[in-house]
C-alpha cells in the first residue's frame, strides 16, 4: 500500500471515530450500569439502561453542532461561551427524549425534571471534561494549523523620476498622511505611496510600526530617543535626528513597544 493510499484509508476511517466513540460510550454506559445492579443485588433492565443511556446518542449531534458554530466564531470567550451553551442544551434536551420514548415505547413515561436531576448527577463531570476536551483540542488544532501571519517587507515606490523601484520597511523612517497618498519617510528620501494610512497601517507589523498620532506611522525600530512634553505628549528623536510627536492618545502603546525595542536611550 503506498503512502497516499494509507493516508486516504487513514482520513476515511477518521471520519467515523465520533459515532463509533459515542456507540462505546453507550455500551461502556449500559455495562456500567450492569456492574453496579450486580454489586448490588438489585434487579438490571436492559431496555431502560438502553434508554437512559442514549445521553451518549444525543452527543454526536451536540459536538457536530458546536464544530459548525465555533468555526465561525474568532474569539476564544465566544468559543467558551458557545460550549457551555450547548452542554445546557445537551441537558435540556436530554429529558425531553428520555419523556418522548419513554411514552412512545415504555410502560411509564418518565418526568421531565427527575431525568433532568439524574442527567445532572449520572453525567455532568464526564460531560464537562468531554466538551471542555473537545474545545481545547480544537483550539489547539486551530492555532497549531493556523498560517504564520504576513506582513509587507517592501514596497514598490515611484521616485521622482517616475521610476519605480523597491525599498525595505527596515529603511523607513514613517508614514505620514497626505490625501490621497501617504508620504514614505525612507532613509535617503520621501516616496509617495498611493492609499490611506489605516489601510497601509493594516499591512504593517505591529511589531515593528506603531502609530504615534492620527496621521503618522513611526518605525520602532529607527527611534533613538523618548522625551516627554510634560503635557502626557512625547517628542520621539530618529535615528536620523527628525523629531516627531508622539500624541497622548497613542502614547501608551508607543512606550510598551519602543520599551521591548532595540533602541539606543529613553528619557
Known amino acids: ?3 497516499l493510499s494509507v493516508y486516504q484509508f487513514i ?7 465520533p459515532a463509533v466513540s459515542v456507540v462505546l460510550l453507550l455500551l ?40 459548525v458554530l465555533v468555526k465561525k466564531t474568532k474569539t476564544t470567550g465566544a468559543k ?21 420514548l419513554s411514552g412512545l415505547f415504555y410502560e411509564h413515561q418518565y ?12 453525567y455532568f463531570i464526564q460531560s464537562v471534561i468531554i466538551y471542555g476536551g473537545w474545545l481545547a483540542a480544537f483550539l489547539f488544532r486551530h492555532k497549531k494549523n493556523s498560517p504564520a501571519p504576513s506582513f509587507l517587507h517592501s514596497l514598490i515606490v515611484t521616485d521622482s523620476g517616475n521610476r519605480k523601484q523597491v525599498i525595505s ?8 498622511a497626505n490625501p490621497p497618498y501617504v508620504n514614505i519617510h525612507h532613509r535617503s528620501k520621501k516616496y509617495l505611496h498611493t492609499g490611506t494610512l489605516k489601510s497601509l497601517e493594516e499591512q504593517l507589523d505591529a511589531r515593528q510600526f506603531v502609530r504615534i498620532h492620527k496621521s503618522s506611522i513611526v518605525n520602532i525600530c ?4 523618548v522625551q516627554s512634553r510634560q503635557n502626557g505628549d512625547y517628542d520621539a528623536t530618529l535615528s536620523d535626528g527628525t523629531v516627531v510627536r508622539v500624541s497622548r492618545n497613542y502614547a501608551k502603546e508607543f512606550k510598551a513597544l519602543f520599551s521591548k525595542g532595540p ?4 528619557e
Not at 482520513?11 to 471515530?17: A, E, G, I, S
Request: with cysteine.
Open 28 to 67: 461502556i454506559n449500559v455495562c456500567l450500569d450492569f456492574l453496579v445492579t450486580w454489586f448490588r443485588q438489585s434487579a438490571f433492565y436492559l431496555s431502560e439502561s438502553v434508554l437512559f443511556s442514549s445521553y451518549w446518542l444525543l452527543l454526536l449531534p451536540a459536538l457536530l453542532l458546536l464544530f
Open 80 to 100: 467558551i461561551l458557545l460550549t457551555v451553551s450547548v452542554l445546557l442544551l445537551h441537558f435540556i434536551t436530554y429529558p425531553a427524549v428520555i419523556g418522548m
Open 1 to 3: 500500500m503506498t503512502t
Open 11 to 17: 482520513q476515511y476511517k477518521q471520519r467515523y471515530v
Open 222 to 225: 529607527q527611534v533613538v530617543s
Open 169 to 176: 520597511l527596515k529603511e523607513v523612517l514613517c508614514f505620514s
Open 263 to 266: 533602541q539606543l536611550t529613553a
Open 111 to 122: 418526568a421531565y425534571w427527575q431525568t433532568f436531576s439524574f442527567a445532572l448527577s449520572a
